[in-house]
């Protein structure tokens, strides 16, 4: 198991079968740096065309069709002392005849990120209310995966079983994400940094920055699984992508079925009346062309009743 240092010096806004950038064995991790949404570095400089640019990506030795690589956030901070924001709920969240009414032209927001006391403020709004307002930071990714099968390379505007622009707020330090494998080595990318973002993304970003970011990764042979995966101290979590959103939803409560039987291994009837009044669903986000929702169980539940991880 070793550690890496990366410097990005190409970064791709599709998710594909590019050329690696580098290559990880089981249980390596990578000390590397991520762009903004726009493209923008550490030094607010454009580095590159925005559209989620991608770092990576990193190919997993031994990763092959049909297994699953894991990913740990090990760090995730952003690199700057400002980020970006969209100013207004996207029509798509609001009730179709309904039209905000704003005094200004203000629809594209500065937040200042106070790495020292760790809270984003509002740029330029002292005329309101918003003046005063200091928000904790809770840096989350919100595109990464793996290339998708089939030898597609899928826009990081979207998401679909190999992961993408899924946007969900959870995806934070020390959680781990997993990744069923379409391609010789997975080829793992990552990018778009939030440094704050509410449920949904409603306003279509979230307090868009670059980052400083250090992932370990591992690889699971022969364990096959639909959808992307996560896991924290507290939940497992099963993650869907697509339109409309009561499909995302079927997808994620499927693979999380899946993931309580072959993880868990619960049969059939527990797992349903277990998540009949034990699930939480989450929105990932309702902007993008593919909405995310995930569905999650409290470890402490599965505690309860004496389920116990499977080796994997």
């Known amino acids: 198991m070793a550690h890496h240092d990366f410097t990005p010096q190409v970064y791709y806004s599709a998710m594909g079968s590019h050329e690696p950038v580098m290559h990880l064995a089981d249980g390596d991790s990578v000390s590397t740096t991520t762009v903004d949404a726009g493209g923008g570095d550490a030094s607010g400089e454009q580095a590159t065309a925005g559209g989620n640019p991608q770092t990576g990506p990193f190919f997993i030795d031994g990763a092959?069709?049909?297994?699953?690589?894991?990913?740990?956030?090990?760090?995730?901070?952003?690199?700057r002392k400002f980020g970006f924001a969209s100013g207004a709920i996207a029509p798509i969240v609001l009730d179709p005849e309904f039209r905000p009414k704003f005094?200004?032209?203000?629809?594209?927001?500065?937040?200042?990120?106070?790495?020292?006391?760790?809270?984003?403020?509002?740029?330029?709004?002292?005329?309101?209310?918003?003046?005063?307002?200091?928000?904790?930071?809770?840096?989350?990714?919100?595109?990464?995966?793996?290339?998708?099968?089939?030898?597609?390379?899928?826009?990081?505007?979207?998401?679909?079983?190999?992961?993408?622009?899924?946007?969900?707020?959870?995806?934070?330090?020390?959680?781990?994400?997993?990744?069923?494998?379409?391609?010789?080595?997975?080829?793992?990318?990552?990018?778009?940094?939030?440094?704050?973002?509410?449920?949904?993304?409603?306003?279509?970003?979230?307090?868009?920055?670059?980052?400083?970011?250090?992932?370990?990764?591992?690889?699971?042979?022969?364990?096959?699984?639909?959808?992307?995966?996560?896991?924290?101290?507290?939940?497992?979590?099963?993650v869907g992508n697509a339109r409309p959103l009561d499909q995302a939803l079927q997808h994620a409560t499927t693979e999380m079925l899946h993931l309580l039987e072959q993880d868990y291994d619960l049969d059939a009837r527990t797992i349903h009346i277990l998540m009949g009044q034990a699930v939480e669903d989450e929105v990932g986000n309702f902007?993008?062309?593919?909405?995310?929702?995930?569905?999650?169980?409290?470890?402490?539940?599965?505690?309860?009743?004496?389920?116990?991880?499977?080796?994997?």
Not at 65 to 75: M, Q
């Open 103 to 238: 005094e200004d032209d203000r629809n594209r927001l500065e937040w200042e990120i106070d790495l020292e006391n760790w809270t984003a403020s509002p740029v330029g709004f002292d005329d309101l209310p918003l003046r005063n307002l200091k928000l904790p930071l809770d840096p989350m990714v919100g595109c990464f995966g793996v290339a998708p099968p089939r030898g597609q390379a899928i826009s990081t505007a979207t998401s679909s079983t190999h992961g993408g622009n899924m946007d969900y707020r959870r995806f934070v330090k020390d959680t781990t994400v997993y990744f069923p494998v379409f391609v010789e080595g997975a080829l793992f990318h990552l990018g778009d940094g939030h440094a704050l973002q509410g449920d949904g993304e409603i306003v279509g970003t979230g307090i868009e920055i670059s980052f400083d970011v250090a992932f370990t990764v591992h690889l699971h042979k022969g364990k096959t699984i639909g959808w992307p995966r996560a896991e924290n101290e507290t939940h497992v979590m099963a």
């Open 287 to 312: 902007y993008d062309p593919a909405f995310t929702m995930v569905c999650k169980m409290s470890k402490d539940v599965l505690a309860s009743i004496g389920a116990e991880r499977q080796p994997n």
């Open 64 to 79: 092959e069709p049909g297994d699953t690589i894991s990913v740990t956030f090990d760090k995730l901070v952003p690199n």
